[in-house]
Each structure stands twice: as C-alpha cells, then as structure tokens.
C-alpha cells in the first residue's frame, strides 16, 4: 500500500483516478482483454482496479440493478436481448467494438471428419450423411440466443426430415466439453459454436456454409415467433466494451482509454494461439501482448500515460 | 525469488535446473519490474515457494499448470479402459431414466396422475395426503407444469430406487465391518461435498452427454449417501442385549439380519430413503446444466434469459413435489413401521 501511494504522489501529473471495476467474462479472449486493460489502467492512469468474474447476463444484470461493475468488456449483445433497454434507460453506453471485425457464430464440424469425408464441408453433404456427424446437431442452452435461431435454421434445412436430432444442452459447459470429447476420441459431431474461443482455438473445426447473411431472413430466425424460416448465415456478432454512463462521466480519462481497446479476428486468433502453445494464463498473455504489440497499444494511451509505459515501449 | 535462485545454485544445481529448458512465458511480475526499473520490488519479500515459484527458479522443477496438464493427460489415457468397464455397468440406468421419460410421455396424463395418487393412497392410507397430492398435481396442472413436473418426478423415482438398492446393502456390509466403515466415511463425505459439475465434466468425457445415465449417475452419487449412513447407523444401534438374546436362541447370522436387526433398524433406513428422496430432488436443477429434462430445464431457462417469473414458478413447483413426496413417503414410512411393532 505505502508504495503504491510512493509512486502515485511521486509520479508528474497525477490523474485521481480511484476505482475501477471491470468485468472478467469466464472465456479465455475476455480474460485476456480484461487482463490487458487492468495493466494499462493501472500502470498508465494510477486506477485501483478490481476484476469481477462475470458471465454476460450475471453482468448485465449487475448493471441493471447495481450500476456496478463500471466496465464490461467483451459483451456478445446477441447474447442479451435486455442491453437495449439499458441502454435506451442510459444506463450503459457502447464505446466500441472490442473485437472490430465481430465475432464469428457458425456451425462447425471438427476438421479430421472433413480430412475423411470432404462432402461434409456443405450443409448439403451433411443432410445426405447425417449418419457421419452422428445423427444429431448439438444446439445451444435453452435461453440463449443463438438456440431460436438455429432451431429456425434447423426448419429451413429440415434437419429433423434428413434424420438429424437437435440436442439443447443443458449448459455452455457441456456444449464446450461435448467438442472436447468428440475430439478426443475422434468421434462424429456437429453443432454450432463461436469464435474466437479457447475452444475452438484448440480444436481446428470447419465453419458450414449456412447461405448468404440476408438480414431480413435472420431477423426472422433470430426471432422467437417466425411464420418462415428461411436459409441465411449468422451476421458477424457485435461483442463490445459498454460502460456504465454514471462512470463515463466520472471518469471520462479510462473511457477514453477503453474506446481504443480493440482486436482484430487476427489479432485475437493470434494472442489466443499463443496463450494455447505455451499452456499460458490470462495474465501471460496479455504480458505477450504488452510486450510483442508495443505498435497496437501505444496508440490507445494519452500522451501522460504513453510516458508512464513509455519503458515498454522502447 | 531470487532466494530460491542462490539457493539452486548453492547446491551445484544450476547445470541440471537449466538442462533442455526453454524458459516459461514472462510473467506480469517480470513486466512490472520492466516499467518500474530501479524501484525495489519483492528481492525483500520471502516468496512461497510453490512450484511456479520454484519454476522460476530453477526450469526443470514443472509448474503448476504442468502438474493439471499431467492430471488431464492421465484421465485422457486411462479413459477407454474406465469407458469399457463403466459403459455396459451403467446402461441399465440410461434404459430405466428413459423408459420413465418415454412412460412420461406416452401415457395420457390423467391415467398417470390417477395411478400416482392410487398408490399414494395405497402406500400412506391417509385420505388428506391423498387429497393434498390430488391438489399438488391440480396447481401443477393448472400453471402448465404438469409434465416436466411429472418428468421430474419420474427421475427422482428411478434414481431413488437404484440408491436403495444399492446403499442399503453397502450400509449392512459397513454396519458388519468397522474398517470398511473407516474406509467408507471419507468416500461418502467427499460425494456430499465435491462441486457436482467437477465430477460431471469428465463425466462426459466418458459418456456422451446425450445419455440419460449422465444425470442419472450424479445425482445417484450425491443422494445415495443418506442411504448408506443411515442404515449403517441403524444396524449399528440394535440394542446389544437384543442381539444377545437372539444369540442365546441359536440364530445364524443372516437370520440374526432379517429377523431381529432390520426390522429394528428400519425407522432409520427409512428416515434415510426419505434423505435420499429429498437430495435427488435437490439435485434437478444441477442435473439440468447435463441436459436432464423437467422442472430444472424451466429454472434454468428462467435464469439464462433473467425472467424471473418463469424461474420462481419452476422453483415453487420444484417445492411443491418436494413437500409433496416428503409427506407422502413419512407417512408411508410410519405405516411400515407401526406394522412392524404390532
């Protein structure tokens, strides 16, 4: 404590920046991401910063009710119908989109299937072989978004005629360790997922074309009530940094800062690769990414913060 | 850290720490260092030595993340023989979860509902529990909740009969041998208090998670506990001088179990079916994140999508069936054991 108040009365312009509060979503980009931010406000603005481990709706509730945590980063709106309202409330406001180009949501079948049986890269291959991806297509829990849709989808290809089950899982968590197992013992499997992911990081899987992305025929899908599911790709899904308007206010120096945190897919796919070969954690990730992307971060910094980081940056 | 560095090198270790290493990610510790150059930092402080730690010190010595890595790579490995054996042991489970699911289904729902509450009527012979679980399945019924309720219902009920079957013989093996008790305890303790989902992941690893025996095995493991304990305490409470008595009339052991100690016993095997019962259905909503049908499915939609309602309705239903079948087994269970004195 002594030493942090040293180098805080020490330091040139000392920016009050006090507490921060910061979600860490239990996905491996998120942690990275809230990893990264953590150092920057603390080593670049002098915050106290404190993580919460979080999931996307536990946050956005948190919000709703508590106007805490202050920053929730990597939120997947396809996820949370009720951020709009919040934010029509002005209770929360998107500063920008932390993973610029959107995240990917597809059905996927894992890579040694294809390695097999090259037909099975197109919906129509799998619809003609169900018996080759097991039967079934494993669909998401039961209140998240992507479950509507994909059932719409599962109407518009007619899974069930073709002799395909779809399996709700129960969780997140079984969604993630049915392709795990699948994989580990070579075995059929097809569903959706998302990226970029730890999973699908480790896993090498193949995205099924699913048509082109008409927009009227997903919002349909997308829907909970729709007449005519049609045959379109999922959209890039918008994943942002929202923080709460009350701290936005407060501390207008660390939103400023967190409009600039933003990855590419490449980028991100890379870091996430890194963390993967290395059997890394969150907080050596992001130490990789501090120390090999000085280029990448240095432009999100004020110039005060820049010349407190600026011994990393040489 | 680099106490633990001297100490390595103190040792003539240093060529052997360093042997074939590649050196681990740099740490935020180490970034630190870099950004506050000539502050002192923690060469003050003593560390723990702990395996990263240690890491750090001297690269041969794994890290922790290398020790879980070893652990996944073992279960990995062990896996197909475990799969063989556990496989063809467990399918009976995924047939009786599934014909009760399918029975559920099929029937029409007033013939099952009639059923229940005959044998209700049949098990309890009290006309205001048979009324009381009359208006239960009404309520459920009448809020739309009458299948999944009936679901869970047909869950807990196989779940409960294959924990009976099972505990109650474990619980007089352990009544007869204090060292398979000694060796037991710790086994039912950890059941009771292992987070389920760290025994359910592996699970599926083992199983596909498309099986019914998936939450049919965890929630047998965590609600067959009271079974075993109970009956093991039940047995081990028959009054010595009873025993005695049975002794000096020249019974044989198993006579001895059948006519004297488990009838005794058995005001405590039932309080401990009726454990079992409770704990079963303790364990729905759990057994829902592994894709278990029922009133656990609605709570979790309710919390997924933050309706509120849809969760309080599921959850009241889950408390109704549970003082629904904590009546009804108590009073079939007091008839059982008045027949018994008389």
């Given at each position: 404590m002594a030493a942090v108040l040293l180098t805080a009365a020490g330091s040139p312009a000392f920016a009050k920046c006090g507490n921060v509060t910061i979600t860490e979503?239990?996905?491996?980009?998120?942690?990275?991401?809230?990893?990264?931010?953590?150092?920057?406000?603390?080593?670049?603005?002098?915050?106290?910063?404190?993580?919460?481990p979080s999931g996307t709706v536990t946050a956005i509730t948190s919000v709703a009710e508590t106007g805490e945590p202050d920053i929730v980063t990597e939120l997947w709106l396809s996820g949370v119908p009720a951020y709009a309202e919040l934010e029509a409330a002005g209770k929360i406001r998107t500063l920008t989109h932390v993973l610029s180009e959107g995240g990917v949501d597809a059905w996927w079948v894992p890579q040694y299937l294809i390695d097999d049986h090259p037909e099975l890269a197109t919906m129509e291959g799998i619809l003609a072989n169900p018996g080759l991806v097991g039967d079934r297509f494993h669909n998401c829990p039961d209140g998240w978004g992507c479950k509507v849709t994909n059932e719409h989808l599962a109407q518009a290809y007619d899974l069930a005629g073709a002799g395909l089950e779809v399996f709700d899982h129960g969780s997140g968590e079984t969604l993630a360790a049915a392709i795990a197992?699948?994989?580990?013992?070579?075995?059929?499997?097809?569903?959706?997922?998302?990226?970029?992911?730890?999973?699908?990081?480790?896993?090498?899987?193949?995205?099924?074309?699913?048509?082109?992305?008409?927009?009227?025929?997903?919002?349909?899908?997308?829907a909970e009530e729709c007449a005519t599911p049609g045959k379109s790709s999922y959209p890039p899904a918008e994943v942002i940094t929202a923080v709460t308007t009350d701290f936005e206010s407060r501390q207008p120096e660390i939103a400023e800062l967190m409009s600039h945190v933003s990855f590419t897919n490449e980028q991100m796919s890379k870091i996430l690769a890194w963390q993967e070969d290395n059997n890394a954690s969150s907080e050596e990730t992001a130490v990789h990414f501090l120390t090999n992307y000085p280029d990448v971060w240095s432009t999100w910094l004020s110039e005060v913060a820049r010349e407190r980081l600026s011994a990393l940056l040489q | 850290m680099a106490l633990y560095s001297d100490f390595f090198d103190s040792m003539g270790l240093r060529d052997w720490c360093d042997a074939g290493t590649t050196g681990g990610?740099?740490?935020?510790?180490?970034?630190?260092?870099?950004?506050?150059?000539?502050?002192?930092?923690?060469?003050?402080?003593?560390?723990?030595?702990?395996?990263?730690?240690?890491?750090?010190?001297?690269?041969?010595?794994?890290?922790?993340r290398d020790f879980t890595a070893g652990l996944e790579h073992y279960f990995l490995s062990v896996k197909d023989p475990v799969k063989s054996v556990?496989?063809?042991?467990?399918?009976?489970?995924?047939?009786?979860?599934?014909?009760?699911l399918d029975l559920v289904h099929d029937l029409p729902w007033w013939l099952l509902v009639l059923t229940l509450i005959v044998i209700v009527q049949l098990a309890a012979k009290r006309v205001r529990i048979t009324v009381f679980t009359a208006l239960v399945f009404a309520i459920l019924a009448f809020i739309d909740h009458l299948e999944p309720a009936l679901q869970t219902l047909a869950i807990i009920l196989v779940c409960t009969f294959i924990c009976v079957l099972v505990g109650v013989p474990i619980g007089i093996m352990m009544?007869?041998?204090?060292?398979?008790?000694?060796?037991?305890?710790?086994?039912?303790?950890?059941?009771?208090?292992?987070?389920?989902?760290?025994?359910?992941?592996?699970?599926?690893?083992?199983?596909?998670?498309?099986?019914?025996?998936?939450?049919?095995?965890?929630?047998i493991l965590y609600a067959i506990v009271p079974a075993i304990r109970l009956t093991n305490l039940g047995i081990r409470l028959v009054d010595k001088d009873v025993l005695e008595a049975a002794d000096a009339f020249g019974m044989t052991a198993?006579?001895?179990?059948?006519?004297?100690?488990?009838?005794?016993?058995?005001?405590?095997?039932?309080?401990?079916?009726?454990?079992?019962?409770?704990?079963?259905?303790?364990?729905?909503?759990?057994?829902?994140?592994v894709s278990a049908p029922g009133l656990g499915a609605l709570v979790l939609r309710g919390i997924n999508k933050l309706e509120l309602g849809v969760g309080l309705v599921a959850g009241l239903g889950i408390v109704l069936l549970a003082i629904m079948?904590?009546?009804?087994?108590?009073?079939?269970?007091?008839?059982?054991?008045?027949?018994h004195k008389a």
């Amino acid at each position: 404590m002594a030493a942090v108040l040293l180098t805080a009365a020490g330091s040139p312009a000392f920016a009050k920046c006090g507490n921060v509060t910061i979600t860490e979503m239990n996905w491996s980009s998120a942690a990275v991401v809230t990893s990264i931010s953590k150092f920057l406000m603390e080593q670049g603005y002098n915050c106290t910063v404190t993580t919460v481990p979080s999931g996307t709706v536990t946050a956005i509730t948190s919000v709703a009710e508590t106007g805490e945590p202050d920053i929730v980063t990597e939120l997947w709106l396809s996820g949370v119908p009720a951020y709009a309202e919040l934010e029509a409330a002005g209770k929360i406001r998107t500063l920008t989109h932390v993973l610029s180009e959107g995240g990917v949501d597809a059905w996927w079948v894992p890579q040694y299937l294809i390695d097999d049986h090259p037909e099975l890269a197109t919906m129509e291959g799998i619809l003609a072989n169900p018996g080759l991806v097991g039967d079934r297509f494993h669909n998401c829990p039961d209140g998240w978004g992507c479950k509507v849709t994909n059932e719409h989808l599962a109407q518009a290809y007619d899974l069930a005629g073709a002799g395909l089950e779809v399996f709700d899982h129960g969780s997140g968590e079984t969604l993630a360790a049915a392709i795990a197992a699948a994989y580990e013992s070579k075995e059929p499997w097809f569903g959706y997922y998302w990226a970029p992911t730890s999973v699908l990081g480790k896993y090498p899987m193949v995205k099924i074309d699913l048509g082109t992305f008409d927009k009227a025929i997903h919002d349909c899908n997308a829907a909970e009530e729709c007449a005519t599911p049609g045959k379109s790709s999922y959209p890039p899904a918008e994943v942002i940094t929202a923080v709460t308007t009350d701290f936005e206010s407060r501390q207008p120096e660390i939103a400023e800062l967190m409009s600039h945190v933003s990855f590419t897919n490449e980028q991100m796919s890379k870091i996430l690769a890194w963390q993967e070969d290395n059997n890394a954690s969150s907080e050596e990730t992001a130490v990789h990414f501090l120390t090999n992307y000085p280029d990448v971060w240095s432009t999100w910094l004020s110039e005060v913060a820049r010349e407190r980081l600026s011994a990393l940056l040489q | 850290m680099a106490l633990y560095s001297d100490f390595f090198d103190s040792m003539g270790l240093r060529d052997w720490c360093d042997a074939g290493t590649t050196g681990g990610p740099q740490t935020m510790a180490d970034l630190l260092a870099r950004t506050h150059s000539g502050e002192a930092s923690e060469a003050s402080q003593i560390v723990f030595p702990s395996l990263d730690v240690l890491h750090s010190a001297c690269s041969v010595i794994p890290r922790t993340r290398d020790f879980t890595a070893g652990l996944e790579h073992y279960f990995l490995s062990v896996k197909d023989p475990v799969k063989s054996v556990l496989g063809p042991l467990t399918q009976p489970l995924s047939w009786a979860l599934q014909g009760a699911l399918d029975l559920v289904h099929d029937l029409p729902w007033w013939l099952l509902v009639l059923t229940l509450i005959v044998i209700v009527q049949l098990a309890a012979k009290r006309v205001r529990i048979t009324v009381f679980t009359a208006l239960v399945f009404a309520i459920l019924a009448f809020i739309d909740h009458l299948e999944p309720a009936l679901q869970t219902l047909a869950i807990i009920l196989v779940c409960t009969f294959i924990c009976v079957l099972v505990g109650v013989p474990i619980g007089i093996m352990m009544s007869r041998s204090s060292r398979l008790e000694r060796l037991a305890i710790p086994v039912l303790d950890m059941l009771q208090t292992l987070p389920t989902f760290v025994y359910l992941i592996p699970l599926i690893f083992l199983f596909s998670v498309t099986e019914p025996k998936l939450y049919g095995i965890a929630i047998i493991l965590y609600a067959i506990v009271p079974a075993i304990r109970l009956t093991n305490l039940g047995i081990r409470l028959v009054d010595k001088d009873v025993l005695e008595a049975a002794d000096a009339f020249g019974m044989t052991a198993r006579q001895k179990l059948i006519r004297v100690e488990f009838p005794l016993a058995l005001p405590n095997i039932m309080a401990g079916v009726n454990q079992t019962i409770m704990m079963s259905l303790s364990m729905v909503v759990i057994a829902s994140l592994v894709s278990a049908p029922g009133l656990g499915a609605l709570v979790l939609r309710g919390i997924n999508k933050l309706e509120l309602g849809v969760g309080l309705v599921a959850g009241l239903g889950i408390v109704l069936l549970a003082i629904m079948l904590d009546r009804v087994s108590k009073a079939a269970l007091e008839r059982i054991n008045k027949s018994h004195k008389a």
